[in-house]
């Protein structure tokens, strides 16, 4: 396919305004969005972006996950489209910019090409993903991952929220329930535009990350049992202190990840100690250690690690360890094509760029598995995320999403 | 003075039986006991303990903090009376000994003495001291430290349980607030058996601790301050990692704790984690030292080592770190003599003995400000203690109470 010319742009102010239309949605309570999966400001917002879609001359598919597919037709009906998008759910307490902006530069990109009467050969879909916050309903990317086949339909439908309402019946409430079969779509490919929710395209000046992996994750949750003792009148040599444990295995974690720099990283962020009392040495210490790397070889040497390293501190200080997995996913390698056409349009654009490894998992992750899929990252304020205070500019935004517009458009192939 | 004769012992069965009896007034719900401060079954437990007494030829005496003071006669009306007990009040889900056995042991004392027509020149008093526990009403030894000056009677009246209800106007509706004003009273001696709460005694096979010293305490409440951020998307080097700021600063206390062996002890007993998610390196962590020693100079010095060496080692984090006492109270040295009289009692009965430093608190720790004291401790099983759990054996009691004794009655001056 021939590039598209490096002067061809999408209208960064047209997005911009369209970001903050979208945020009027569900409006959070500090600046940011609370839009959460299957509420009526779900629904809402779902109904501005097909209203916007339609305005442009896409017809909307419907799944019986809710996904929604926006197509823009290409001159050749048989050829398979090219998928780009993101999602419009966020957080409780969720920014403007978390999958929003990778679904409106999808529509952006239709807006433009609709703008310059340029037609690709295949067409283009845009794709709003249900439910890739996770928060309501656990787990994350849960339509992606039931249209690529790594959860069951029925499965999805029985998960509660809270209040013990059903995934499948609050899909059917807010009226977004398709009838179409999951997963049934072929893809050409698949291209989906993230804020990075990290601070190294920030730190370093960058404005394009192209993203060639995402991490594998483990979570272990280490329990630690000594004994509940008295800090006073416990000696020493004495104690089975629980917490002195858990420190000495942070230390360890520290380690090993460093150990495997610069990929890999590894830290606790959740910790309990009981009894939790200022003049009680802890009997036990419950907490999840995260480890993720690119290398699946590398997240089962570090789990290897936790584990003989764990034990030996344990044995040492009297204390009894068990590991328990509690979580995880294998790492990702994007399609080397898509990823290549991300770089040359970051390239052909004149933005500055670097490879990207994906902390967090994305829709994308799962895709993945089912057609070739490439992301592109712009940086955010700071690498803050999934909070309210979530920021990033306009410029970022536009660069982008001019990248993706570049890469979605040379994989569905300019008709000269 | 005479010393008693070793031959002399108290009654170790009807001690025991005692322990049982006063154990059936506010059961615990796994074999212990709930009688907490100004309840209904404090109240229930002051009037048996007062009938006990009684019909040993006592006297009661109460004073405005419900401190109850059993009097029993020497021969010299003017002589200052030898001062024994401890507490009945106990924890929420307390043991059966914890405070208990001092107070009980005081009475068979007494009922001993009446048992073989033995006269004392100084008057005995056995005492039931005011909330020890301080569970309901903080801070621990309450009444005995408005005794000894510590605290105002004013400020424990106005103190408010969990449900509002203040000290003062419990300590009337039970019935036991006395006309006797707190502290007016002069001891020649004052005597407190508790068991050990601590490891020490049963795992030496000691039977006996005689009590030099209380162990001094500072509280420092830490509090590290890193940054937030998502542990799949930031890179290791650009954490802020409050959680591994925290382990090291646990291990710190650890080392600097040992390098004063074998008096002084460390650790944390609270640690919080914020915001405490699988997937989010803390940006916080808030936990409390907990230093002890009975050298004075020794808490300074480990307070300056958690300060520099804790601000050491989030300089080098780059974590912001603060430190605040949260509480803490100096060293106690007992009084010579009458610790040597514990000591010799020990020796001459044949029991087991070892120096001990109180590691808790005890209302003898108060005392010690307005009179000779001394303790004597007797192990427990494992070291339980505020737990319903809490075990010792009829022989620890009945060796402790011997002790008990001996001292009291060595003291108070037997006259042959």
Same mark, same amino acid.
């Given at each position: 396919m021939?590039?598209?010319?490096s002067n061809?742009?999408? *209208?960064?102010?047209r997005l ?11 409006? /959070? ?13 779900d ?8 209203k916007w879609?339609? +305005?442009?001359? %896409?017809t ?6 809710? *996904?929604m597919?926006?197509?823009?037709e /290409? ?6 489209p ?15 910019y ?6 409106l530069?999808?529509? +952006?990109?239709v807006r433009s ?10 067409p ?8 890739e ?8 990317m849960?339509?992606?991952?039931v249209? $690529? ?6 499965? $999805?439908?029985?998960?509660?929220? $809270?209040?013990?309402?059903?995934? /499948?019946?609050?899909l059917?409430?807010?009226g977004? %329930?398709?009838?179409e ?5 072929k ?6 535009l ?26 272990t ?6 004994k ?12 089975? *202190?629980?917490g ?24 606790a =962020?959740?910790?309990?100690?009981y ?11 419950v ?9 699946k070889?590398?997240?089962?040497d570090?789990?290897n690690?936790l ?10 200080m009297?204390?009894?360890i068990?590991?328990?997995k509690? =979580?995880?996913?294998?790492p ?5 094509? %898509?990823?290549?056409?991300?770089? &040359? ?5 004149g ?5 990207l490894i994906s902390?967090?998992g994305?829709?994308?992750?799962w895709?993945?598995?089912? $057609? ?8 955010c ?5 999934h909070? +309210?205070?979530e920021?990033i ?8 999403? &001019?990248?993706?517009?570049h890469?979605?458009?040379e994989t569905?192939?300019?008709v000269e």
């Amino acid at each position: 396919m021939a590039a598209p010319a490096s002067n061809l742009r999408i *209208n960064g102010d047209r997005l911009w305004e369209s970001l903050m239309e979208m945020a009027k949605i569900g409006p /959070g309570v500090a600046g940011g969005n609370n839009r959460q999966t299957l509420t009526d400001a779900d629904g809402e917002g779902r109904h501005l972006f097909q209203k916007w879609c339609e +305005e442009v001359g %896409c017809t909307m598919g419907l799944d019986q996950m809710g *996904n929604m597919f926006a197509r823009y037709e /290409g001159t050749d009906p048989e050829a398979l489209p090219v998928y780009v998008g993101s999602h419009l759910d966020t957080q409780p307490t969720g920014g403007k910019y978390d999958g929003v902006l990778g679904v409106l530069a999808g529509l +952006e990109i239709v807006r433009s090409l609709n703008d310059l009467s340029i037609k690709t050969k295949h067409p283009i879909v845009v794709t709003n993903w249900t439910n890739e916050e996770g928060t309501r309903y656990a787990p994350p990317m849960l339509a992606s991952g039931v249209f $690529a086949g790594i959860h069951t339909q029925d499965w $999805a439908y029985d998960l509660e929220d $809270a209040e013990g309402l059903k995934f /499948g019946d609050e899909l059917k409430r807010i009226g977004w %329930c398709g009838d179409e079969e999951v997963g049934a779509r072929k893809m050409h490919a698949f291209f989906e535009l993230h804020i990075e929710q990290g601070p190294i395209l920030e730190a370093e000046g960058k404005e394009i990350g192209v993203v060639t992996h995402g991490q594998g994750l483990s979570w272990t949750e280490v329990t630690l049992t000594g004994k509940e003792s008295h800090t006073g009148s416990t000696p020493m040599p004495m104690r089975k *202190n629980a917490g002195l444990g858990m420190a000495r295995i942070l230390e360890l974690v520290d380690a090993v990840a460093l150990s495997n720099a610069p990929d890999a990283v590894g830290a606790a =962020g959740h910790i309990d100690i009981y009894p939790n009392s200022r003049n009680v040495i802890p009997g036990k210490a419950v907490f999840t250690v995260d480890f993720r790397s690119p290398d699946k070889a590398v997240i089962a040497d570090m789990e290897n690690k936790l584990r003989e390293g764990g034990s030996a501190i344990a044995g040492q200080m009297g204390l009894d360890i068990t590991f328990e997995k509690v =979580g995880g996913f294998d790492p990702v390698k994007f399609d080397d094509a %898509c990823v290549t056409a991300v770089r &040359d349009a970051a390239e052909r654009l004149g933005y500055s760029h670097r490879n990207l490894i994906s902390g967090a998992g994305h829709d994308a992750c799962w895709i993945n598995q089912s $057609a070739p899929t490439a992301m592109v990252m712009c940086p955010c304020v700071d690498g803050l995320s999934h909070n +309210e205070a979530e920021d990033i500019s306009q410029e970022w935004a536009a660069a982008g999403a &001019d990248v993706l517009f570049h890469a979605v458009v040379e994989t569905a192939g300019i008709v000269e």
